[in-house]
Nanobody, 116 residues
Framework: QVQLVESGGGLVEPGGSLRLSCAASRRTFSRVTMGWFRQAPGKERELVAT????????GYTDSVKGRFTISRDNAKNTVSLQMNSLKPEDTAVYYC?????????WGQGTQVTVSS
């Protein structure tokens, strides 16, 4: 069974940083575009950042540009999201998935809470 497992979330003060990691159970993920998504309470899930198979092309939603950086290590089947200058509005459950996302690949996500 294909799995994507997110980790690295936690509670951080505004202005702080976190690094999220996503581990894929299959090497086939190294050939596809991957994304980080988030879902805040009462809101729809949104795409936050995306990275193509080689890592050469990345994209970000406007609200995180300049603060978040997506990267990948295909040798380790991992995708990471470095989050700096965190704001309370970044509070959400963060998920990784292919972009576009596949229903069967949604994992449990990792909770990020930004609060003083």
């Amino acid at each position: 069974q294909v799995q994507l497992v997110e980790s690295g979330g936690g509670l951080v003060e505004p202005g702080g940083s976190l690094r999220l990691s996503c581990a894929a159970s299959r090497r086939t993920f190294s050939r596809v575009t991957m994304g980080w998504f988030r879902q805040a309470p009462g809101k729809e899930r949104e795409l936050v950042a995306t990275i193509n198979w080689s890592g050469a092309t990345t994209g970000y939603t406007d609200s995180v540009k300049g603060r978040f950086t997506i990267s990948r290590d295909n040798a380790k089947n991992t995708v990471s999201l470095q989050m700096n200058s965190l704001k309370p509005e970044d509070t959400a459950v963060y998920y990784c998935n292919t972009d576009p996302p596949m229903y069967d690949y949604w994992g449990q996500g990792t909770q990020v809470t930004v609060s003083s």
